[in-house]
Nanobody
Framework: QVQLVESGGGLVQAGGSLRLSCAAS????????MGWFRQPPGKEREFVAT????????YYADSVKGRFTISRDNTKNTVYLQMNGLKPDDTAIYYC?????????????????WGQGTQVTVSS
């Protein structure tokens, strides 16, 4: 079992930055791929970024490439999402997800565990 708790969301002006954190409990974190997804108001959940267990492989949605960076610290059982150059279109609930085996994937249905989400609101 893996339990995930996101933090770091909030209200920020366009062009600003936020760093989301996702703290994981459970022994399988270091062998899990981790992902960030988001659900904008009135829309479906969408992929944002993913990272494999060793941090050697990362993938990003085209809409965030060059602005967002996913990273992880296996000693702290935590995955991060650094978000720079935020835009109003980035407004969403952001979810952390874990997947065993540790192969990074953009498919939401491949993730076994999900956090409760953290709200990010970007004002124009």
């Amino acid at each position: 079992q893996v339990q995930l708790v996101e933090s770091g969301g909030g209200l920020v002006q366009a062009g600003g930055s936020l760093r989301l954190s996702c703290a994981a409990s459970g022994r399988t974190f270091s062998s899990s791929a981790m992902g960030w997804f988001r659900q904008p108001p009135g829309k479906e959940r969408e992929f944002v970024a993913t990272i494999n267990w060793s941090s050697r492989t990362t993938y990003y949605a085209d809409s965030v490439k060059g602005r967002f960076t996913i990273s992880r610290d296996n000693t702290k059982n935590t995955v991060y999402l650094q978000m720079n150059g935020l835009k109003p279109d980035d407004t969403a609930i952001y979810y952390c997800a874990a997947r065993v085996p540790s192969i990074a994937t953009m498919r939401a249905d491949a993730y076994n565990y999900w956090g409760q989400g953290t709200q990010v609101t970007v004002s124009s």
